[in-house]
């Protein structure tokens, strides 16, 4: 558990594609992830590992079912490690600004 | 999808009775959660609130299950903002497991409400907690006061 294996597991187009669709919808099966993708199960399989070993992935049995979920903790701590010692009122300020920008249509 | 749900984990340098004493004891609470204090006697079957640094009581429940230093189970409802108290009670299990250089802590928040705001508005709060908690208790300081 180190910010090198975040990193890593950041650093693929295919695993933050997996986290944000858990992001969008919490608590997935394989199966569920799997669909609709251009990768075969066993890749899928592969990179939520990846995923789990650096904590950003974790997971739930119920009943017979992995659920798997997002844990933005390890994010949460990379931020804190850099943004936390700034104003967070204005980053948010910042990010909402952008968000709402880039939500408008083009002209 | 039956309800909503977020399981997030995080991974502390401690043993399971220091995290213990930091997540039950409001002298520990009140420096990594932003001022706020659990009331509780930590026993199932025993009420319990959360107070913001000003009294307001923001959540009330019930320990539904203690076994400390390992699990405690809270039936949890907002009490501040009415949308988010119409959806009842929600169920919050923190786990806390011992491995071999570090202790992981899971905490589970549920409800039986799909889309449900009260998973929302918790699940923005917890990761911040989390990263003060781990802070405070391998630094002895917290990142955000």
Request: hydrophobic fraction near 40%; aromatic fraction near 8%; charged fraction near 30%.
């Amino acid at each position: 558990m180190n910010d090198d294996a975040v990193f890593r597991a950041l650093a693929d187009r295919s695993r933050r594609l997996l986290l944000d669709r858990l992001f969008e919808r919490n608590g997935q099966t394989l199966g569920d992830l799997c669909e609709g993708l251009d990768m075969t199960r066993q890749a899928v399989a592969k990179h939520l590992a990846i995923l789990e070993e650096a904590n950003l992935v974790s997971w739930r049995r119920q009943s017979r079912e992995k659920l798997h979920y997002i844990n933005p903790v390890p994010i949460n701590e990379i931020a804190e490690r850099w943004i936390g010692k700034f104003e967070r009122r204005e980053l948010d300020a910042l990010s909402e600004l952008k968000a709402r920008l880039e939500k408008q249509p083009q002209t | 999808m039956a309800g909503d749900k977020f399981v997030y984990v995080t991974f502390i340098r401690t043993t399971p009775e220091a995290l213990w004493e930091a997540l039950t004891s409001p002298e520990f609470t009140r420096r990594y959660w932003f001022g706020v204090v659990m009331d509780a006697e930590w026993k199932a079957g025993s009420p319990w609130r959360m107070l913001y640094p000003d009294g307001t009581v923001t959540d009330t429940g019930e320990i539904l299950e203690c076994d400390p230093p390992r699990r405690a189970v809270i039936r949890w409802q907002n009490e501040f903002r009415p949308e988010l108290k119409a959806e009842g009670f929600s169920r919050c299990v923190i786990e806390v497991e011992p491995l071999e250089k570090a202790v992981k802590l899971t905490v589970t928040h549920m409800i039986d409400v799909d889309d449900s705001r009260l998973i929302v508005a918790v699940s923005g709060g917890w990761p911040r907690i989390l990263s003060n908690l781990k802070s405070l208790l391998e630094t002895g300081e917290v990142v955000l006061n």
